[in-house]
């Protein structure tokens, strides 16, 4: 087996002085690409495995096929951009049979006051602004908490 020479060791000592845009600058070089990681032990290793591949050579070819046969079955696994999850669970999720058609008008009578809420295809609009839910508006309504849908008469009666 192999073992390190000294020159690799002290590049691999001296890689975790580096600061983290150092890393990435260092990464750039050796893979030829900009990484959007910046988690230093990742970068780290990541460095390292690739210098000592340099130095000794890579996975051999029975190594290689292994990894792209498993590869090839394995599921994808990529990071979101934000908020994507909620908006593709948004656009997933059926939309509630309790709620009428968007541009419906909800009215309700507290405190002498009644107030309005329009349906919209994704959410609802009071008072000029949009609210995710129904339970929302009421409790912004009243002050305390209540079921959306009960106090806009919304919830299904049971049948007798």
Do not use: C
Not at 120 to 125: A, I, K, M, N, R
């Amino acid at each position: 087996m192999a073992t390190t020479d000294d020159s690799l060791l002290r590049e691999m000592v001296a890689l975790r002085k580096l600061t983290v845009e150092e890393l990435r600058a260092r990464y750039l070089a050796l893979f030829g690409e900009e990484t959007t990681i910046r988690n230093k032990d990742y970068l780290f290793k990541r460095i390292a495995y690739r210098l000592q591949e340099k130095k000794y050579g890579g996975l051999t070819e029975e190594a290689r096929a292994r990894a792209e046969s498993l590869a090839a079955q394995a599921p994808v696994r990529r990071r979101l951009p934000p908020g994507a999850a909620e908006e593709m669970a948004r656009a997933t999720r059926p939309r509630d049979p309790r709620l009428p058609v968007p541009g419906t008008v909800l009215r309700r009578t507290h405190g002498g006051v009644e107030h309005a809420v329009t349906v919209l295809d994704e959410g609802f609009e009071y008072l000029g602004e949009r609210f995710e839910s129904l339970s929302v508006v009421a409790r912004k309504i009243t002050g305390t908490r209540w079921n959306g849908y009960g106090y806009f008469g919304l919830l299904a009666k049971e049948s007798a």
